[in-house]
Every structure is written in C-alpha cells, then in structure tokens.
C-alpha cells in the first residue's frame, strides 16, 4: 500500500507559474523567503505549483500561427531581459523557452506538474492557516498568491439546439491553424482580438461568417498613455467594486491592427448579429434566414481559472471577487494576481510585486506586534 503522502508547510504558496507567477516567485525570493521544499525549517519560505508539464504558462498552448510579431507585446519578466527572438517564430515556442531559462538562472522554487484541486481555512481563526490541496499532497500556508491566468477555463456561451449541431465545433483554446478549415463554412462567434485574428487567418481559406454579440467598435491606431492609464483605472474600479471581469476589449474597442485592416481589405468584417439558434447544419440568424455552417467557432474567450478557490466563498452574487490592490477585499491572507486590471504581462509583473511586498508588511508587523514569548528573568516578574 502507498504511504499517503505528509502535510508540508510553506509562508506563502504561489498557484500558477505563468508571468504573474513567475514575478511573484522572483520578488519572494529576492526578499529572503527560501525554497519550502530544501528548507521546511527556515523562518520564510515559499514554493510555486504549476499543473503545466514545461515551462510557459498558457504561452506554451497558443495556436502556431501567433507569432511574436502578432501578439500584443510580451513584457520582460523582472530582472531578465527577453533574448533577441525572430518575430516569426511562434510564441508558444519563444515565450516557453525564455521563462524556462529564467526559471533555472532565478533558481525558483516551482514544482510542476503540480494541480492545486481546492484551497480551504484550515480552522476559523482569521489569522489561522490555509490548507492547499494538490495533486501531490496537501501543503499547509499562511497566504497564497493565486496565479492561475485564465487559460484553462475557457468561456463557452450557450445557445438553443447546440449539441444538435452535426458539424464540428471548437474554442479558440483549440485552434491550431487554418489549414483544417480549408473549403469549409465557418461561423465565428466573438468580437475580441483573439476572434478577429482567427477570422481574419481562416477567411484567407474558407468563408466566413463572423457573430458578435454588440456591434464591433473600432478605434484609431493611436493609443496615448493616458488612454492607457484611463483604461486601467476603470477596470481598478471594477475590481474594487467586485464587479464580474469584462474582457479588456470591452473597455478599449478593437485596433486597427495589420489582421484586422487585412481582414476588413478582404471585405470579411461583415459582422452578424447573434444567431438565434443552432440546427444541425447551420444556424438561425436574427432576421429569421437560415445559414449552412460546417464548423462553429467559439472566440468566446476565457474567464479566471479560480475553481480551486470555491471553498473560500470569495465570489459574490455578481460573479466578481472584490480586491484590494491584489489582495482578495474579504481576506488579507489571499492576492490574485494577473486578475483584473493585472491580467496583461506588464500587469502580471508589478502584481506579483506587489503581492509579495504587501503580505511581507503584513508578517513583519505580525512578528513585531506579536506578544513577546522570551521567558522574564525571575525576581523581575510582576
Ligand atoms: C490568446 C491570448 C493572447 C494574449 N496576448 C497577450 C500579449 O500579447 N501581451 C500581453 O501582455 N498579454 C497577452 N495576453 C494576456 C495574457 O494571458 C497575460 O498577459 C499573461 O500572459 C497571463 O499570465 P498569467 O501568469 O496570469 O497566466 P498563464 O500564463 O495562463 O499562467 C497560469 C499558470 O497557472 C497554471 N494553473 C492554472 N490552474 C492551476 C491550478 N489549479 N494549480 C496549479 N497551476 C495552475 C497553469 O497551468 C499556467 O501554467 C493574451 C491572452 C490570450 C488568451
């Protein structure tokens, strides 16, 4: 029979190992805190689990043809610069290869492949510990940072009809080039970056028809920093507010990207408004008609991957987690990071500092205000 596996400890367990993980892994480090797994005994100690079987994050399943010259911009991770990298490559190759070098020059505590299946408070004294159940054990903590980006909870909406549906359907997490689309009708479903690009790729084979909920909004190339900080602030407030997470482009409007102008050259960007229902050879539109699809796909985009924090009852009736910079409003023992306003690299970044300096404040002034234990030299008690 296999021996069930012990209870370890650590200050502070980061789940994810994505941008946001790997930052928060870089400043714990920086600031004293050791590998839990060398040094159980030691004052401040962290460990980083991560269910990916490599280094990457989400970066490692990104479709082939998202290059580094089509993503957005990849942020450097704190302390070491991105490698000059070929922007043809794909980034599912570049982005994994760079994060696995600095995982091994940092030195930094990640285990992986690691699932972290449920956080819960290990008894209900506030300032009590967390217990962190893993496909690997069950690890005892005084906080986590919870890095686990979005990628693996795909946002999948529902419509009348859909398992009837005969042909094939996929989510964007799914793509993997425009080659098997070649020939076919395909409905694409979704108004984000991420939606635009795939129709722009696939329409350069196949015809498509292109579903959005509300009417895309386009804006100028142009995007100033006070745009930027603009943005960031109303999606703080959000946040703050506990308000469900929106996807950035619902605060931005879409770029006129090389993609999106290339798509709107070649008079695809007719977009649809939602079908009403889904038969199985095609789909019902708005006006009634009928239109045959062979394949539909969902660019519905991704929600926080958060199932595993169901038993801290963080979520309200909204759907949002309300949040204090990145700590969780209703618990100061638990940070989101690469959440809310925090969900880009450069985000994820400063996130994951931020986590780490707040809840290193938070256990300086709990050992300075903790009450003092050195046994009092006898005739001077009382
Ligand atoms: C298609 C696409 C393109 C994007 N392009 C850009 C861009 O160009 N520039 C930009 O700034 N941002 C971009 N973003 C946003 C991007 O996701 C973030 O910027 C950033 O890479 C996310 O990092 P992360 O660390 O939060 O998450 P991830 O990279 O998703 O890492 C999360 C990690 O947590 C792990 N994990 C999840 N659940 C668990 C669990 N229960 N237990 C243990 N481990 C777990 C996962 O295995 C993963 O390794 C893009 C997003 C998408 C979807």
Redesign the pocket.
Known sequence: MSQPHRERTATIIV???????LSAGYHLSRNGYLDARTNPDAERTYVV????PAPG???QH?WES?HMAT?????DLPGLAKPAIDPAEPSRTAIPRYFADYEQRMGLAIERP???SRVSYADTDPEGDLLVETDAGTWRTRAIIN??????NPHQPHYPGQDTFAGRQLHTRDYVSLEEFAGKRVGIVGGGI?ALQQLEEISRVAEVYWYTRREPEFRGEFRSEIEGRETIAKVTADAEAGNAPRSVVSYTGLGWAPYAIAARDRGVLNRRPMFTAIRPHGVREADGSFTELDVILWATG?RA?LD?LQPLHLTNERGGIAVRGTQAAADPRIHLI?FGPS????G?NRAGRDAVRTLTRRFDHATDHAPDRTPVPAGRAG
């Open positions: 789940i994810g190992a994505g941008q946001a993980g689990f991560d269910a990916n994050g989400a970066w990104r998202l993503v957005n911009g990849i942020f690691v699932r972290v890095a686990t980006g979005t990628w693996d991420s991704f991957a595993h690469g969900q880009s690299t450069v994820a």
